[in-house]
């Protein structure tokens, strides 16, 4: 169980490790230049249960390197606001793939240079699903020997998009999901080309701000045998969310209630479900262990 945005307002942050501390959380996804990204770095070394990867960012945020030294990646300063812009202009060919591996290269040598070993790999409104940038990041993976990258589609999509049609939002997701569908294949050949691990089941896209405990159960029902990583975004609403591009807010906090409930814990010890982090380090709950015993 991953929780995504980690240090992104001190109320996300505040979310993440309530999750982990009280419910089913194990990792986190951290942003190596966003608001609270140094809050959540103190939080993280004064947590070692908590796995840690890097929320890598191409879109929608600010680059670790100087602006003027990425013209096409970050031509105003910053990068462009959204996945869309950010997917057309990479497709055209207008952002030189060597600035990308630069920034995501200072990404992850921030997050480290801070005490911190990476478990996994992910990105922000999964860009780097896109497969040149993709090349890039499993190139990093290999040379960082990180061994978890997500590959963010989920799978059966077809199914997916059947299941939550009549949702509203879910129905959405679950069609772009489907969209993912080529590039995910594509990625996950990538992994293999670099010797790198296939990357676990990913699950919680097309659910993505819209999950209730019946919701949740119910997927948790259907987890394959093997590694899956379930993709979450808790957090607590604070007047930073507010100033920030997302349309998660208050969904943020019903997902902590929703992760930290009795109720889902209950349902995990009775599924035999084993929480675990990218790197296979087991899961430090009491109720874990309750049930091992």
Same mark, same amino acid.
């Given at each position: 169980m991953n929780g995504d945005d980690f240090g992104l307002t001190p109320g996300v942050n505040a979310g993440i490790l309530a999750a982990h501390l009280g419910g089913i959380l194990t990792s986190a996804s951290l942003f190596?230049?966003?608001?609270?990204?140094?809050?959540?770095? +103190?939080?993280?070394?004064?947590?070692?249960?908590?796995?840690v990867g890097c929320?890598?960012?191409?879109?929608?945020?600010?680059?670790?390197?100087?602006?003027?030294?990425l013209p096409t990646l970050a031509p105003g300063g910053r990068f462009r606001p959204t996945w869309t812009s950010f997917i057309r202009a990479a497709m055209a060919g207008r952002i030189a793939l060597a600035e990308i591996e630069r920034e995501l290269t200072a990404q992850i040598d921030r997050v480290r240079s801070a005490g911190i070993t990476p478990t996994h790999l992910d990105a922000h409104k999964h860009v780097h699903a896109y497969p040149p940038v993709f090349?890039?990041?499993? +190139?990093?993976?290999? +040379?960082?020997?990180?061994r978890a990258?997500? $590959?963010?589609?989920?799978?059966?999509p077809f199914t997916l998009m059947a299941r939550y049609s009549a949702i509203p939002r879910a129905g959405r997701?679950?069609?772009?999901?489907?969209?993912?569908?080529?590039w995910s294949r594509a990625d996950r050949r990538t992994l293999a080309r670099y010797g790198l691990p296939a990357s676990p089941r990913f699950l919680g896209r097309a659910l993505t701000g819209v999950f209730t405990a019946r919701r949740l159960q119910s997927m948790l029902r259907r987890v394959a045998h093997g590694v899956s990583e379930l993709m979450s975004h808790p957090g607590y609403p604070d007047a930073a969310l507010s100033t920030v591009r997302t349309r998660l807010r208050l969904e943020r906090a019903r997902e902590v209630e929703l992760l930290t409930s009795p109720e889902?814990?209950?349902f995990v010890v009775r599924e035999g479900l084993v929480l675990m982090?990218?790197?296979? $380090?087991?899961?430090?709950?009491?109720?874990?262990? +309750?049930?091992?015993?």
């Open positions: 190596a230049n966003a608001g609270a990204t140094d809050e959540a770095i +103190r939080i993280a070394a004064a947590t070692p249960t908590l796995g929320h890598l960012t191409l879109a929608d945020g600010d680059p670790v390197l100087p602006p003027l030294s090349d890039v990041v499993a +190139r990093l993976a290999r +040379r960082f020997r990180i990258v997500r $590959v963010p589609c989920e799978d059966s997701q679950a069609m772009e999901n489907l969209a993912l569908l080529p889902t814990i209950d982090r990218h790197d296979g $380090v087991l899961s430090h709950h009491s109720f874990v262990n +309750r049930y091992a015993s």
